[in-house]
């Protein structure tokens, strides 16, 4: 049985309204321009793949995932002698969660330290909703019944800290923050306040200047060596911010933070204002991170826990 028939007969979506609702802009598209691409081509030709082809870059899969799905599903074409396009709807679901899950395991999970703080460091490019994320963030892991420690590492914007100060009210977190001072030293404070105050999570926003990496790098470089002093394997996890509905630029913000520092996953805002969702994919094949949370809308709630099964659902459920 293909993986697109077992999804239809087991799926049991825990989150599916908010996947439905936050992937409408990129279905809407990309499903109707299949159905459509169905309905010119009843046989599957060279026609048939060229202008699938520009369906799915369109969505922002990216070209170097398109090949390789591409490859795949001609393979399995020619392998299972498919001549209909109205047969290549499940093959295609198939083809493109494969794709995501097979090769290397990446985990969707937050790697939480086995005791004390888990230390969450946040990285991005401005505007891209970094303390907002933060912010998602604390409230979620407040719900949870985790006590919460907010600390404000981009000193120098203008504004950044009384923001993220905000958040820590609104969500009765703790905040350790000060405007113009060394980003480190800042850091210091709320890593040894989390010690003393025994703080389950603490999340550390820092600055997103990535015109000049070579500053950029070192910042990092010893912001994780303060921290590391304070906790043994810390940060426990490094979490690139990504506006979803930048696209492919997205992409190259995910190969440029991996040079400066070890990323360990990434955030994706805005997914639900792009007609662009395929860049999920495109993230897990070109640069090899784990999407591990999603922002669905902009309510607090709305940032969610990444789950491909959600996400395949929410993609492909008009055509299930």
């Known amino acids: ?10 799926f049991k979506p825990k989150e599916k309204e908010s996947y439905d609702k936050g992937l409408e802009k990129t279905r809407k598209g990309f499903i109707s321009e299949l159905n ?23 969505a922002d899969i990216g070209i170097k995932t398109v090949d390789k799905f591409l490859e795949r599903l001609k393979k399995r074409v020619k392998e299972e002698n498919i001549e209909s396009t109205s047969f290549l709807s499940e093959v295609i679901v198939d083809e493109l969660f494969m794709i995501y899950v097979e090769g290397e395991s990446l985990t969707d999970k937050i790697n939480m330290a086995e005791s004390g703080p888990t230390i969450i460091l946040t990285v991005g490019v401005n505007g891209v909703g970094k303390t907002t994320t933060i912010g998602k963030l604390a409230h979620k892991y407040k719900n949870e019944g985790k006590s919460v420690l907010l600390v404000a590492g981009d000193t120098f914007r203008a504004g950044a800290v009384p923001q993220l100060k905000e958040w820590a009210d609104k969500t009765g977190s703790l905040f350790v923050g000060r405007e113009n001072a060394d980003p480190a030293s800042v850091i210091y404070d709320g890593i040894k306040e989390a010690i003393d105050k025994d703080i389950d999570i603490v999340l550390v926003d820092t600055a997103g200047r990535l015109q000049n990496k070579v500053n950029l790098m070192k910042e990092l470089e010893k912001i994780n060596k303060v921290i590391g002093k304070h906790i043994e394997d810390a940060p426990h996890e490094t979490l690139l911010i990504i506006d979803a509905t930048t696209g492919q630029n997205g992409i190259s913000q995910a190969e440029s933070f991996k040079e400066i520092t070890n990323i360990t996953g990434i955030v994706l805002t805005k997914l639900d204002g792009t007609a662009k969702g395929g860049i999920v994919l495109a993230i897990k094949e070109e640069v090899n991170l784990p999407v591990k949370f999603v922002g669905l809308g902009e309510g607090v709630l709305d940032l969610k826990p990444f789950d491909i099964e959600e996400y395949i659902y929410g993609l492909f459920k008009d055509m299930m």
């Open 1 to 10: 049985m293909s993986l697109f028939k077992k999804f239809k007969k087991v």
């Open 36 to 58: 459509i691409l169905g309905l010119k081509f009843k046989k599957v030709t060279d026609e048939y793949f060229e202008e699938l082809e520009m369906i799915l870059i369109k």
